[in-house]
């Protein structure tokens, strides 16, 4: 039967631009003063409560160097001795590598998200980093007014300081018009500050200076670092493990960051204690009682409702999860709900892996197939592999790069084709530009499965979709979703938290 076919009594509706959610209850905390004391600035509770220094990045647009200005920032307290646990705004995969490396994290940064991942999650996420870290730091998506949440919804909801950035090549005073716009465009948020980035002397640096109103705080400038640049190429930044100087450029970019007075730990912020939260044995540390699932309209501009999930319902099934350079796009937290759902996991390479262990279920993420076309069409033993588990009747589930990967056939952008897996029929081509974009929902009975799209590809195919993704900002059909006997496909990068029972259906029979 269908994974996901129309429900009966399930409707999605459609979420309009509603005005930005009122900030939550904010308790104002007292600066520390003189050297660091991870007692005075983390670890104090009032209450449940938690306490951190904490800041939000954020800038006019992408592009402007948000990423690198928080790797730096990362880096540079984690050089300093200090425990940095660093969150990404909005659904993303590779900025998150980089963010993980700087702070020494040993995983990517995870996401916030008050659409996608839910305000409850968040919420707790910030709780329990607030309990562990010495500082917290944001990523911001976009610019910080763009979205519907936006980074300026979520820094305001849990009383985020926002430092700005903004990128100064070519601009003089006019920086100052800019932001003080940023600083004034919305009353509710606190500003820590604003910074220029890509200055190119000191005389730059100091006709803007000139120009910043004196009520806005002036962070300082970064100059143009070209030995130091993140690489980028289409969907992003390099994947992290692809930039072999990376921890250098890291430490170079946090040298520079020492210099300005964002390097300074901002205040610490209180992160009030999620519902149902209970004294642990540790002292000032506290532990969620219960998931409470919320009870809201689907799709709803941020309320997250979470159908309730009995038991362990992929206990003793092994989930074979494809992850090397050609597939890399997968949240840390859905592997973690895999495994407190009970499966067992195991990863593989479709590059160079020989054999394909036995599995109940194989996962598919995206990534990069298109830059890896012949190395991917010459290993025959995995492709048979893959054949083989489809053929015994057993799931397996793909996303966008892992959804071309199971085509007959996949073209780069230089019209360059290559024999895929041929588990599903037609082709998929590499487009100039951005194909698909979006937040996105995946109706189900168990739940709506909430995530995004992003992609450069189109794909032709014979089969037809079973039901299509609905589309955060409209209502409107999204993408495709197919499903051709127990592979199960889409562009769409799904967020298997935001409804934990249908992500279990995903990769069961």
Not at 124 to 130: D, G, K, M, S, T
Not at 181 to 190: A, D, N, S, V
Not at 393 to 415: F, I, N, T, V, W
Request: hydrophobic residues 40%.
């Amino acid at each position: 039967m269908p994974y996901l076919g129309p429900a009966t009594g399930h409707s999605i509706q459609a979420s309009t631009r509603s005005p930005a959610p009122q900030p939550s209850a904010r308790h104002s905390a007292q600066s520390h003063a003189g050297t660091h004391d991870r007692a005075h600035d983390c670890g104090h509770d009032r209450g449940l409560d938690h306490q951190c220094p904490a800041l939000f990045l954020s800038a006019t647009s992408s592009g402007q160097g948000k990423t690198t200005l928080t790797a730096a920032l990362a880096r540079h307290h984690r050089n300093a001795g200090r425990r940095v646990r660093v969150f990404k705004t909005g659904p993303d995969f590779l900025d998150p590598m980089i963010l993980g490396r700087a702070a020494g994290a040993g995983t990517e940064a995870e996401p916030l998200d008050l659409w996608m991942v839910g305000e409850d999650d968040c919420r707790r996420a910030l709780y329990q980093a607030a309990g562990e870290a010495d500082l917290i730091l944001v990523e911001g998506a976009m610019g910080l007014f763009d979205g519907s949440p936006s980074g300026a919804d979520l820094a305001e909801t849990f009383g985020l300081p926002v430092a700005a950035l903004i990128d100064a090549r070519g601009m003089g005073q006019t920086f100052g018009a800019l932001a003080l716009g940023l600083m004034q465009y919305r009353p509710g948020l606190h500003f820590a500050g604003i910074a220029a980035n890509r200055v190119g002397s000191a005389r730059h640096a100091e006709m803007i200076r000139a120009g910043i109103p004196a009520e806005l705080p002036y962070l300082g400038a970064l100059p143009r670092l070209d030995e130091a640049v993140l690489p980028s190429r289409h969907l992003g930044l390099v994947q992290a493990q692809e930039i072999a100087d990376l921890e250098q450029r890291l430490d170079q970019l946090a040298e520079h960051i020492g210099t300005t007075e964002l390097a300074a730990l901002p205040k610490p912020v209180r992160f009030q204690a999620p519902k149902g939260t209970a004294p642990s044995s540790t002292p000032g540390v506290g532990m969620p009682v219960a998931e409470t699932p919320l009870a809201e309209t689907p799709l709803a501009r941020t309320p997250l409702a979470k159908t309730p999930i009995a038991g362990t319902p992929l206990a003793g099934r092994r989930i074979a999860i494809a992850r090397d350079a050609a597939f890399s796009f997968l949240y840390a937290a859905n592997l973690r709900l895999l495994v407190q759902l009970g499966a067992d996991l195991a990863f593989f390479s479709p590059l160079s892996d020989e054999a394909l262990d036995p599995a109940d279920a194989i996962y598919l993420p995206g990534g990069y197939p298109e830059l890896h076309l012949a190395q991917l069409a010459a290993n025959s033993a995995i492709k048979a592999a893959l054949r083989a588990h489809v053929d015994a009747g057993r799931p397996l589930y793909a996303e966008c790069g892992g959804m071309l990967y199971l085509l007959e056939h996949l073209s780069d952008k230089q019209g360059q084709s290559a024999e895929m897996a041929g588990l599903l029929p037609g082709t998929g081509r590499l487009q100039p530009g951005l194909a698909g974009l979006g937040m996105q929902a995946l109706a189900h009975p168990a739940g709506e499965l909430r995530g995004h799209s992003f992609h450069h590809s189109t794909m032709s195919t014979s089969i037809a979709a079973v039901q299509n993704g609905i589309r955060q900002h409209d209502g409107q059909p999204g993408e495709p979703f197919y499903q051709q006997g127990p592979i199960r496909a889409s562009y769409l990068h799904l967020y298997f938290p935001s409804a934990p029972a249908a992500a279990a259906a995903l990769f069961l029979p």
